[in-house]
Structure formats: structure tokens, C-alpha cells
């Protein structure tokens, strides 16, 4: 069976082939019972260019039927399981073919979904990129685009949906009933789709002001969910989206109707199938979210309305120019976002969170030019990446501003009509953009960034009017780029193939590469190392033992003028030279009373290594230069020494949000690098908390944090860093503001790293109160108030299950019950000296605090924490499963479950993960993320030898998407032998180099984040 589909195979087809229409019936009407298959009948028309022999893509369990042209052939003779082979004559051609399809619990295809909430059965198709051959027999590839019409056969109570809009229904046998649609227009495979089971939600309409057309609206989601739907901001914002598209792209909306439908086990965001858009129903916000909730989704709506015409009306080729739709989906999703939302600042999130993205996979040893070679649809789909997304939409936001807004657009119109319903290349769009830009050269332009990989890295230096100069961190304009370690004898090759590597060295356009399955050389960071504050987290001075030391860099006066500046650009990685155009703007950013704002800004362009900043020279110094201001380019941003000191101390106090972002940015970047300490990068988040309101910078900023705590910070160094961290989260939801989105954050920030301290040597005031937290979450029954902080006092049983009596705490409230409570009377210090901070002030005190409104989510969240710390039990995590048995509920009761710290416990959840295939896609992730939960004790290291012996069956027994989730979730970064985990994953590479190439990227990957983690330990100072 042959189901990795090459580039060369889908040329030849499309060199033989043009394909009519489909005629596609589908009948689900045993959904409900527990049948594994349904039945799939397709007829093809198409035109062949000569005789030849050629083959239809179809994955099915069985295929009754075959016929061409009126003559039958022999099912077991053409089909292998995953092709049908057949003769074409020259002209007209007609296909038939009936298969037993399969249900699919991997989200793969026509997937199968019953709600535990209910009982109710939910079907929907998802294909990107060539899965619709395992619901219909098709030419699967995007440029033998044709008509499809689509018949479903279903229970009588289901809501069927499709592309188009329901042009009749008939009665079918039994209670059943038969869906006719009418014919879609002509578009891609990957993009038809089809939903049934008892859906419920809302319709509305709007109206093109410029041309009159109206567009039906729905909006679509479980019975369990409806009454979360929240379809008003849905269709606010897809009102607003259609205002904004068709007046910007100056063309009509193409697809009739725009239905938009949240499903379960969803692998994706969304999808964006022309009429029928599907979205992860993890956007119907059934417990209470932040604002920065509110807006990702606002986001994802209008990405995928941004494909009806990017991806969908002009669609690629080949998925090497799959660029041409995603990267300009998520640029104009966010254009959108910021200009026709009440979501001004969308581009905050971006600069934080969506590029740390593309930064993190520019930086791997597999990273890809924006346009990438893709042999096959394998490799194509795991080129939905940040490179594909993030790093396109930030290179487009380069090229608006390289060629002007109304270039862009203007080419992008001519683009539109010009390529309307059919499939393009790179080519194609540069020559549409030329023309409304003659004045740019756009080819130059598109090879140094479209055409090469790797990350330009901006650095600035100074010269002030005191004579003061300086560079980022203490280091040259040459930046640290991928994780570089070699240990355990896995050593750094020289420009070229790299052991362990099946990536060329090669160039594309003027870039590169990167070749080394380590990466390029990490630098050591800077000797300035603030030390850590226990629970407030603030900085101190070096104590005894740090003579020796370089002195902190000096911070500007802020009346200092510059007498001398030059920019840098340098690559991400060692060895290169690289350059890119840049169009950026400067900003210098200095104090107005105790707020950090801009004073002044510029643009400015150049393509060297260097060039002088005349624009600087005579301007006031401030207190950080900011390279990069409004974050035109795509860039990772170093920091000068005095601006970093000014940012580390004072970055909250940027009243800009994006420019408070973007520091933020060059902040993370150089932790990651090991150009800042990582204790120094804690110390900056934890002044941060209780300060800092935008709640997409609030959950950026967290993200960064718990990975420095899961994967940066030196064993010896953890119990004092983790503790600092929790007693300042602790302080800072004390003074949140009630009903508040930091309030909100907060409390789930206290819960995460409540469920880390399981890692801890000691116990500390911290863990007792968030441990106590948890518990008092625990005792508040789901719609009131959780109105008090406790933690009870040394000595006593602890606060766990004693804040609330059992009759009030609903399912876990005895999660803590005495005969568990030992830890809490373990001394208060954490381990090394490290100092408690104000979080021990409030060890024994109950703190009355508002609006904090208890959910479901809260309370999932605080008894899994309890479970990792062996506070919680089975009894307790079926208890909650009662109270909550939607389909949320019970994926977090799996992994509360699997998170229990028990051996046998590991043992069953390993034994259930091995049988991937009896489950659906998310319960795998769920009962993966328990079995990897923090525990005080190394209970999973026996698997890290089956992980690397099973890494091949993981990939050839599963589909794509179970295999990925197994590859990825169970790499051992876990285990305490870190470097024996870096060894074992060189001698698989080095076993398996004929493994697929899509597998070996993925461990390649998995790799270079753990050698970057051992790296970043080996710098730490041993004074924590």
C-alpha cells in the first residue's frame, strides 16, 4: 500500500488529467450504531490527454466495485488499499468506484465523535492535505481542481451540511434521509467537506455594501455547547471580516453561503473549506477565558476567511508554494484583526507569541526557506509550521512595507482575477506585484526572503554623549543561533552534512541550510547574573563568591545625547553571510514621570553588514533604543547592554503595548540563546506579574516562564526558582483586581506551577499556600466565588480539603484529607538558602480576595495539580468526572489519571498509549500529558529505551497525525539522564537513516530542543 503521495506522481497526473466533476454520495445512516465502516460511491469525469494507465487515490477498508468507462475491473487486482490503478483512454473518461470507507477517530478524514456530555454522534471531514481519499475515491492534489457534487444519506434528526448550499432532501430507507447539494464551484479536494449528527446554533446574513449580494450566515456547534456559542461576537466579527475583504481585495465573497462549525477532536485551529469552515470547538468557551481568548479566535476567523480568496480561489500548485496561502492568511487574519475588530492591538500578540514561533523553528537544524521543496505530502504536512505561518505573514508585513500598502494590494487584486479558480506559483504572484510595484526590485527582494532560511539578527551600538559605547549583551553583532551542544560525544560538524542529519547543506537564493543536527554554537551568556528572590523574585546583589564578576552594564542617565550609532545584521547562525533589505523603524523610548514611552521614531533602510544611523546622531539616548519599533520586519532584535538593564528592570512600565512586547521579545530570545541567565530572565518575569494587564503579553510571558522552569533551570537551581516564582504568582493574584483577566491568569499560573513543585527536595510557605489554593478551588462548588487565599500554618494538617466542609466541595473537596496532609509540615525554606520572600508573610494567613468566579477548568486545573503531588486520588478524579461529564471533563480526568504518581499507574497508561489505534486523537494527547506529569519521583524512566525502540512502529502503524502525537509527546526531555537521552537519539538517527524523512525531522527537532536545555543548565551559577 502506497499512501505517501510524491510531488513527480502529482505532476504526471496533472500533465495527463483534467477532471470534470465529481458526483460523490455518502451514506452514514449506521453512524450511530457501532458499524466501523460506511458506504462511499463516486463517479469522476474527466478528459485524459492520451492512453495511459494512471491511478485515483482512495483509503478504504474494502472496494466492491471498479468500472472505466462502463467496463468493470477486478477490485483485487487495482487496489492495493490506498490507490485504484486504471486504463484512460484519449478524451472523455468516467470512473466508478464503491468503497467501504472508515470511520476515523484520528481526526483524519470522516471522523466519529460521541459526546460523552449526551450520547449524541457527530460527524465531520477534515483532508488538508490529502485526506478526502479516505472518505471518497479523487485525484488528490490541489491543482486537478473540478465540480463536486456531494449526496449524504444520514438519520433522519441529523443536520447535514456541506460546501454548498442543501438543494433538496428525499426519505431514504428507514429513518433516514438523503442531502442533495447543489453543485460547488470549481475548487481543490482538500477543501470539501461535509458535517452531520444533531448539530445545533444560529443563523444571520450580511450584506456587501458595494454590491447588495447577501450572504447567509451560521454558526454551528454540539447540543452539549450551544448555549456557550456565543454567536453574536462570532458573527460580529465575521461581519466585520467580510466588510473588510471584499473591500480590500476588491472582489465579491465567491462561495455562496458561510457557514462556520465547531467540532470536536479537532486536529486543527480550523480549516478553511469554501461555504463550510471548521473550527476546533475549543473556541466555544464553555468556562470563562481572557480577553486574549477572545481575540485568538477573532484571529482564526478571519485567517480562514482570508483563504476564501488566498488558498481557495487561487490556490497553489504543489505544496511548495503552500506559503501562498497560509503565510498570507495569518498576515491578513491580523491586518484584519487590528483594522476591522475591536482588537486594535492584535498585532501585540503577534509580535510576542506567533513570531517566538517562527523564531524557534527558523533556529532548528531542519528549518526551510518560506518556500519550500516538498517531495511529497508527508513532508507537506509537517510544513504547517511557523515557518509556513508565522515567519511568511511576518516577511509579508516586511514586503507591505518594502513596496507600500497600496502596491500590495493592488497586486494582490490583479492576482485575483487574473488566477481566479485555478493554481498558481511563486512566479505567478511576484509578477502581479511587480506590476503594481515597478519601481521596487521584487525579485531581489523575494530571493533574499522567500528563498533562503535562517533569521536575521539586528543588533545597535551606541555612542553617547559621556563617551559611554556598548553592544548587545556584551557580545558582537554576531548572534547565537540554535541549540549547539554536543554531549555525550555528539559533536558540533562543520559547515556541511552533520552526523545525524539527513538535511543537505545547500543554498537557496542567497541563504542557507542549517545542516547540523545540533545546531549552531550556543554563546556562553553574559557574567552578569542577577541572583533570584525566593517568592517575590526580585533581583539581589551578588553575595560572597561573586569577586570576579563583570560589573553590571551602567544605565542611561537619560539625558545622555548620541554621538555615534550603526546598525548590524548578522544570520541566526555561525559562518554565514547572509544579508537581507530591511525596512524597519527606530524608535528611542525614555521616561515620562515613572511611565517608559516613545519619544521619537524614524524608518530606516539598508542592506549591508552595517550602516551608520545619521538619524540618530544628536537625539536624546533614552532609556532603550528599539530597533524594529511597530515590528515591520521579520528579525530577532539584541538588545544594547543599558537598554537591556532598563528593560530587565523596567519593562511594565512601557505604556505601548507593542513596543512592551517586542522587548519582551529580544528578552526571550537572549534567554534562549544564552546571551541573558536565565535567573535573570525570572527575575524580569516576576516583577512583571500583577503589573503587566495586556493578557496576550500576560500569556506569551508565561509560556516563556514555565519553559524556562520545565526545561532551562539547572537541577540544582529549581527548588529556589520555582518557588520565587510561585510565591510572586501568589502575590500578584492577592492584589489583582476582582473579575480581571490578570486575575483570572493568575490563578491558573498559581495552579501550573503548584503541580511543578511535585519536582521539589523540600517543601517552602509557596507550595504549602498553593497547594492550599488548590484545595480551596476544590471546596467552592462550580458559579461561586472562591474568596479567600489559605494556607495553613507549620505543623498543622494541611490546608488541602480543610478550607471547605466535604457537603460544599462537590466532587474533590477531600483531596487533602489529614492522613494525606504530611508535606505541609516539611520546613518552609526551599532548598540552597534561597529566601521566601513576601509569599511567606501570607504562610498562615487566609486572604480574602473578589471576583475570582469558580469553573469547571479551575477546578480540573487545581486537583490535577493536587494529583501530581500525590494530595489526590482516583476516588477524587471520578468524583469530578461525575460532576463534569462533558467531553472536556473527561479528557482531564484522563490525564488526571495518568498523572497519578504510581508505577502501576505509568504502567497502564504506557500499555494504553502503545494501542494508539483504539483511541481517538485527543484522549492519546490527554493520557500522554498525564503520563508525563511532574512527579517527586522518576517513575518513567524505564520508558526511554521503548520510546527509541518504538519510534518506527509509532510512525508506520499510525496515521500521520497519531504518530506525530506520539513522536513528539512522549520524547524523552523528561528523564534525569538528559545526555544519555542526546546519545540515544544520535545512535537512532545514525540506525535509521533510511526512515521517513518526515519521522527524522521530527526526532531531529526533539533533539535540538533538549541540547539546548543541557546547554543552558551547564552556564547556570552553582550559587542558587
Not at 470511520?103 to 471522523?111: N, R
Not at 479537532?266 to 461555504?275: D, Q, R, S
Not at 477548568?857 to 494530595?871: E, H, K, P, S, Y
Request: aromatic fraction near 8%; hydrophobic fraction near 40%; include cysteine.
Amino acid at each position: 500500500m502506497t499512501t505517501n503521495l510524491t510531488r513527480s506522481e502529482a505532476q504526471s497526473r496533472t500533465q495527463l488529467l483534467e477532471v470534470d466533476s465529481y458526483s460523490v454520495h455518502i451514506d452514514v445512516s449506521n453512524a450511530e450504531t457501532d458499524a466501523d465502516t460506511y458506504l462511499s460511491r463516486t463517479v469522476v469525469d474527466f478528459s485524459a490527454r492520451f492512453v495511459d494507465s494512471t491511478f485515483i487515490d482512495l483509503i478504504a477498508d474494502s472496494v466492491p466495485s471498479v468500472l472505466i468507462n462502463g467496463e468493470s475491473l477486478s477490485p483485487t487486482e487495482v487496489f492495493d488499499g490506498a490507490r485504484v490503478t486504471f486504463p484512460v483512454r484519449a478524451g472523455r473518461n468516467s470512473l466508478t468506484i464503491e468503497a467501504r470507507a472508515r470511520y476515523s477517530t484520528s481526526g483524519e478524514g470522516l471522523h466519529r465523535f460521541t459526546d460523552p456530555a449526551d450520547g449524541k454522534t457527530y460527524l465531520y471531514t477534515q483532508y488538508e492535505p490529502t485526506d478526502a481519499r479516505r472518505v471518497f475515491a479523487n485525484f488528490d492534489q490541489p491543482d486537478l481542481k473540478a465540480e463536486f457534487i456531494f449526496t449524504v444519506t444520514a438519520p433522519a434528526h441529523f443536520q447535514v451540511l456541506s460546501n454548498r448550499a442543501e438543494a433538496r432532501t428525499e426519505p431514504a430507507d428507514g429513518s433516514a434521509v438523503t442531502h442533495y447539494f447543489e453543485p460547488t464551484l470549481k475548487q481543490s479536494s482538500y477543501i470539501t467537506c461535509i458535517t452531520a449528527g444533531p448539530y445545533e446554533g444560529a443563523t444571520d446574513s450580511w450584506t456587501d455594501p458595494r454590491t447588495g449580494q447577501t450572504v447567509q450566515l451560521g454558526a454551528w456547534t454540539r447540543a452539549s455547547l450551544v448555549d456557550h456559542l456565543d454567536a453574536e461576537d462570532i458573527f460580529g466579527v465575521t461581519k466585520a471580516g467580510l466588510d473588510f475583504f471584499t473591500s480590500e481585495f476588491d472582489y465579491p465573497y465567491p462561495w455562496g453561503k458561510y457557514d462556520q462549525i465547531f467540532v470536536p477532536e479537532y486536529n486543527l485551529g480550523a480549516m478553511e473549506n469554501p461555504g463550510l469552515v471548521t473550527f476546533t470547538d475549543n473556541l466555544i468557551f464553555r468556562d470563562k477565558v481572557t480577553d486574549a481568548n477572545y481575540e485568538s479566535r477573532a484571529n482564526v476567523i478571519l485567517h480562514e476567511m482570508a483563504h476564501m480568496w488566498f488558498g481557495d480561489l487561487v490556490t497553489m500548485k504543489w505544496w511548495d508554494d503552500l506559503w501562498l496561502k497560509e503565510s498570507f492568511a495569518d498576515f491578513m487574519g491580523g491586518l484584519a484583526l487590528a483594522e476591522a475588530t475591536r482588537f486594535t492591538d492584535g498585532w501585540v500578540t503577534f509580535a510576542l507569541r506567533r513570531k517566538a514561533w517562527a523564531y524557534t523553528q527558523d533556529l532548528y537544524p531542519t528549518t526551510h526557506p518560506i518556500v519550500a521543496d516538498i517531495p511529497d505530502v508527508e513532508a507537506a504536512k509537517l510544513n504547517f509550521d511557523g515557518i509556513t505561518y508565522a515567519k511568511g505573514a511576518s516577511v509579508l508585513k516586511q514586503l507591505v512595507a518594502f513596496v507600500g500598502r497600496e502596491a500590495f494590494f493592488a497586486g494582490s487584486r490583479l492576482y485575483f482575477r487574473r488566477f481566479e479558480y485555478g493554481n498558481t506559483e511563486l512566479a505567478d504572484f511576484l509578477e502581479c506585484l511587480a506590476e503594481a510595484a515597478p519601481d521596487r526590485d521584487i525579485a531581489n527582494w523575494a530571493a533574499a526572503w522567500l528563498g533562503t532560511s535562517g533569521v536575521s539578527e539586528l543588533s545597535l551600538q551606541l555612542t553617547t554623549a559621556d563617551g559611554s559605547s556598548g553592544s548587545p549583551d556584551g557580545v558582537s553583532g554576531a548572534a547565537a543561533g540554535s541549540a549547539s551542544v554536543a554531549q555525550g560525544g555528539a559533536g558540533i560538524e562543520a559547515e556541511g552534512t552533520s552526523a545525524g542529519s539527513d538535511v543537505p547543506a545547500q543554498s537557496a537564493g542567497r541563504g542557507r541550510l542549517v545542516a547540523s543536527s545540533a545546531g549552531a554554537r550556543l554563546r556562553s551568556p553574559d557574567a552578569v547574573d542577577d541572583g533570584f528572590d525566593g517568592a517575590a523574585g526580585a533581583a539581589h546583589e551578588a553575595g560572597p563568591g561573586s569577586s570576579g564578576r563583570a560589573a553590571p552594564p551602567r544605565r542611561r542617565s537619560g539625558s545622555e545625547k548620541v554621538t555615534g550609532a550603526t546598525i548590524t545584521q548578522s544570520d541566526s547562525a555561525e559562518g554565514t553571510a547572509l544579508l537581507r533589505p530591511h525596512t524597519i523603524e527606530i524608535a528611542t523610548l525614555g521616561r515620562s514621570g515613572r511611565a517608559i514611552v516613545p519619544l521619537d521614531s524614524f524608518r530606516f533602510e539598508f542592506s549591508s553588514e552595517s550602516a551608520d544611523v545619521e538619524q540618530l546622531i544628536g537625539r536624546s539616548a533614552g532609556v532603550i533604543t528599539l530597533l524594529n519599533y511597530n515590528d515591520l520586519d521579520y528579525a530577532r532584535v539584541r538588545l544594547d547592554p543599558e537598554s537591556t538593564e532598563a528593560a530587565v528592570t523596567s519593562a511594565s512600565r512601557i505604556t505601548d503595548p507593542l513596543s512592551r512586547a517586542l522587548v519582551w521579545s529580544a528578552l526571550d530570545n537572549a534567554v534562549r540563546d544564552g546571551l541573558m541567565p536565565v535567573q535573570k530572565y525570572l527575575t524580569a518575569y516576576a516583577r512583571s506579574l500583577g503589573k503587566e494587564s495586556h493578557a496576550g503579553i500576560m500569556a506569551g510571558l508565561s509560556q516563556t516562564a514555565l519553559t524556562c522552569i520545565d526545561q532551562w533551570v539547572a537541577d540544582r537551581n529549581f527548588d529556589a526558582a520555582i518557588m520565587g516564582l510561585l510565591g510572586a504568582a501568589l502575590d500578584a493574584l492577592a492584589a489583582a483586581k476582582a473579575g480581571s483577566d490578570a486575575q483570572l491568569h493568575l490563578a491558573n499560573l498559581v495552579l501550573a506551577l503548584t503541580s511543578r513543585t511535585a519536582r521539589c527536595a523540600a517543601g517552602s510557605s509557596a507550595v504549602a499556600m498553593g497547594r492550599g489554593f488548590a484545595s480551596q478551588i476544590l471546596a467552592v462548588p462550580v458559579g461561586e466565588e472562591i474568596d479567600r487565599m489559605y494556607a495553613g500554618a507549620h505543623g498543622q494538617a494541611g490546608s488541602a480539603g480543610q478550607v471547605g466542609s466535604a457537603d460544599r466541595a462537590g466532587s474533590a473537596g477531600q483531596a487533602g484529607s489529614a492522613d494525606r496532609a504530611g508535606s505541609v509540615s516539611q520546613p518552609a525554606e526551599a532548598s540552597g538558602g534561597a529566601r521566601t520572600g513576601r509569599g511567606a508573610e501570607h504562610s498562615t494567613a487566609t486572604l480574602p480576595f473578589r471576583g475570582l468566579i469558580n469553573d469547571h477548568a479551575l477546578r480540573w486545573n487545581a486537583l490535577t495539580a493536587l494529583v501530581c503531588l500525590g494530595w489526590a486520588d482516583q476516588t477524587d478524579i471520578a468524583r469530578e468526572n461525575h460532576s463534569d461529564p462533558s467531553s472536556s471533563g473527561r479528557l482531564h480526568a484522563e490525564t488526571a489519571s495518568a498523572a497519578l504518581p504510581l508505577p502501576i499507574v505509568k504502567i497502564r497508561a504506557w500499555e494504553a498509549i502503545r494501542e494508539a489505534g483504539a483511541l481517538s486523537n485527543d484522549v492519546l494527547s490527554a493520557i500522554i500529558a498525564g503520563f508525563i506529569a511532574p512527579s517527586a519521583m522518576p517513575l518513567i524512566e524505564e520508558y526511554v529505551d521503548e520510546y527509541f525502540d518504538g519510534l518506527l512502529g509509532f510512525w508506520m502503524d499510525n496515521s500521520i497525525e497519531i504518530a506525530r502525537r506520539l513522536v513528539l509527546g512522549l520524547y524523552p526531555r523528561w528523564s534525569v539522564d538528559e545526555e544519555a537521552v542526546v546519545e540515544k537519539t544520535d545512535a537512532w538517527l545514525a540506525a535509521n537513516d533510511d526512515a521517513p524523512a518526515a519521522l527524522r525531522r521530527l526526532v531531529i527537532e526533539r533533539r535540538d530542543d533538549l541540547a539546548r536545555a543541557i546547554f543552558l543548565k551547564s552556564t547556570q551559577s552553582s550559587r542558587h
